[in-house]
Nanobody
Framework: QVQLVESGGGLVQPGGSLRLSCSAS????????IGWFRQAPGKEREGVAC????????HYADSVKGRFTISSDNAKNTVSLQMNSLTPEDTAVYYC?????????????????????RGKGTLVTVSS
């Protein structure tokens, strides 16, 4: 059974950093496409970053380019999201998702295409 569990959320001041982790069970991330998404209250879900472990390609939303970095640790079967220079606009529930066993292109992933298996999410609050 495919399961994804997020961790690392919390309260951080503007300008601060957080590192989120997505741990997988029931499948190997080695050849999977994993994405991070977020949803703020009253707003639509937004794709944040995606990584394809088939070729290492990544894709980021324009709103986070240069601030967020997605990376994969296949040995630990986890994908992380390093978030720097956080602003209050980054406040949201962040969750990871996968298209496994289907492989999609990362630009499709960022739009949520095929990313049907997801975790429950972790809350990130950016506030002073």
């Amino acid at each position: 059974q495919v399961q994804l569990v997020e961790s690392g959320g919390g309260l951080v001041q503007p300008g601060g950093s957080l590192r989120l982790s997505c741990s997988a069970s029931g499948f190997s991330m080695n050849y999977a496409v994993i994405g991070w998404f977020r949803q703020a209250p009253g707003k639509e879900r937004e794709g944040v970053a995606c990584i394809s472990n088939t070729d290492g390609s990544t894709h980021y939303a324009d709103s986070v380019k240069g601030r967020f970095t997605i990376s994969s640790d296949n040995a630990k079967n986890t994908v992380s999201l390093q978030m720097n220079s956080l602003t209050p606009e980054d406040t949201a529930v962040y969750y990871c998702a996968t298209s496994y066993p289907i492989v999609v292109f990362v630009d499709a992933c960022i739009g949520g295409y095929g990313m049907g298996k997801r975790g429950k999410g972790t809350l990130v609050t950016v506030s002073s």
